[in-house]
């Protein structure tokens, strides 16, 4: 069976190519024949490893094709989400087994409404890849991806071995809503800071006051949602991702350098929307959030 991937980005080119390599079937989709075209004209995905640089050519299609779809890998940017799996619902087959990668929180909810005969299946990465140019992926860090089903938690599927013998460190999970609640955690409180900072990840370390002061908030977030475990450390757990990933950029600040879309709607954003639903006061998220928007819109960027 093939896998089709939407959203070649990062994550995306990082799957595509480790699968295509193993010898798995694997098709990219893209949403027209105007990018289908530059693809196919540049011959393939480039996937750099270290120093060693590779060129895939991975099958491709545009949304529109005909073909039917079992196992699709969407992994596109949250606020693209729903509108993707709109433009390609009607080609997944029944029982269709959809792979949510988005960052943050609130999209994988708006996916799963769209497409009701699908299995959708959550998943949560800590792997480092950015794109250094069009159909280009750099591998910048070893990481791990959880996947899971709130719905069915106990059943995990059978290309779960694919995953492996594409060398795609992964496992199944019965809590993967606890993965991404502190995945969430973590990335609310270092993105927005490398934004408002304007700094690599390790640079932070000058602003471990602020860092702690915003965990405590989402640590009384985590545990009104029923993520008490998740809470634990979860301080000095973002303390050793900032001194492990010193070097990098973080990817709320590569969108904004880069003049685009940034997801704090499904970060931030939904952090607050939670603490409101629980009727919690977050002063210092609600600070960071206002601070962040008002960047934001001086950049002339969304600020949802």
Known sequence: MSWHILGAGSLGGLWGARLFRAGIPVRLIFRDRVRLAQYRQVGGLRLREGDDTSLYPLAAETAQ??????????????????????????????????????????????????????RTILASSTEGAFRDDTFSVVHAGQGHTWLGDPTHPGEPPAWLNELSEAGIPAQWTDDILGQLWRKLAINCAINPLTVLYDCRNGELNAHTAEIQSVCEELCELLRHTGQTEKASGLYEAVLAIIDATAANTSSMLQDVRSGRRTEIRFLLGHALEEAHRHSLKLARLESLHIRLSEQLATRGLPID
């Open 65 to 118: 094709d005909a073909v039917p779809i079992r196992r699709l890998l969407l992994a596109c940017k949250a606020y693209d989400a729903e509108e993707a799996i709109a433009s390609i619902a009607p080609r997944l087959a029944s029982g269709a087994d959809v792979i949510l990668l988005q960052n943050g929180m609130g999209s994988q909810d708006a996916v799963s409404a769209r497409i009701p005969r699908a």
